[in-house]
T-cell receptor
Framework: DARVTQTPRHKVTEMGQEVTMRCQPI?????VFWYRQTMMQGLELLAY????????DSGMPKDRFSAEMPDATLATLKIQPSEPRDSAVYFC??????????FGSGTRLTVV | RKEVEQDPGPFNVPEGATVAFNCTYS??????FFWYRQDCRKEPKLLMS???SGNEDGRFTAQLNRASQYISLLIRDSKLSDSATYLC???????????FGTGTRLKVLA
């Protein structure tokens, strides 16, 4: 089965450090989403891309978060500097056209 | 107020019971609707789409009420393996913006 690959699976970092999360969408998929999941807020859409172009990143704190797609096989989400409130599971998902997105296994981030 | 709202539960039901969840949405421009299932510490996975006329997939039935702006999921003859969190999802017309509810937790008890 084709799958969305996210790395790292787990990340523990100190407050103030830069964190980079990576996502390899399913080959051929042209829409990529970044979500953050916490117990309190549930799944929040941070940003999404279509054909590598950012369509909406209004859910993302602009001062510290950035999302990019340097090429069709890689999406990145960076946090700089990280804060304890950023601790969450970050999911990447990809889709093609009207198909429903397929999620990766997530990156579990802990900022201490 | 969140755009997509769900009762967080948990709903604790015995095996074989029928259980129903509702999900309300506030944006009337919402056009497409889905239910996802998420197991503990796993990623969400598509359960089923929700069509205007209602649709069934085995023991699962999804309904849409546009006038009242809610969707529902009915599970018949619940199994232990149905224990999970059920997330409703809406998409706005003309966009690819998938908005998730916070989920409803179901525990099916032996």
């Amino acid at each position: 089965d084709a799958r969305v690959t996210q790395t790292p699976r787990h990340k523990v970092t100190e407050m103030g450090q830069e964190v980079t999360m990576r996502c390899q969408p399913i080959l051929g998929h042209n829409t990529v989403f970044w979500y953050r999941q916490t117990m309190m807020q549930g799944l929040e859409l941070l940003a999404y891309f279509r054909n590598r172009a950012p369509l909406d990143d209004s859910g993302m704190p602009k001062d510290r978060f950035s999302a990019e797609m340097p090429d069709a096989t890689l999406a990145t989400l960076k946090i700089q500097p990280s804060e304890p409130r950023d601790s969450a599971v970050y999911f990447c998902a990809s889709g093609l056209g009207e198909e429903r997105p397929t999620f990766g296994s997530g990156t579990r981030l802990t900022v201490v | 107020r969140k755009e997509v709202e769900q009762d967080p539960g948990p709903f604790n039901v015995p095996e074989g019971a029928t259980v129903a969840f509702n999900c309300t949405y506030s944006n009337s421009a919402s056009q497409s609707f889905f239910w996802y299932r998420q197991d503990c510490r796993k990623e969400p996975k598509l359960l089923m789409s929700v069509y205007s006329s209602g649709n069934e997939d085995g023991r699962f039935t999804a309904q849409l009420n546009r006038a009242s702006q809610y969707i529902s999921l009915l599970i018949r003859d619940s199994k232990l393996s149905d224990s999970a969190t059920y997330l409703c999802v809406v998409i706005h017309s003309g966009t690819y913006k998938y908005i998730f509810g916070t989920g409803t937790r179901l525990k099916v008890l032996a």
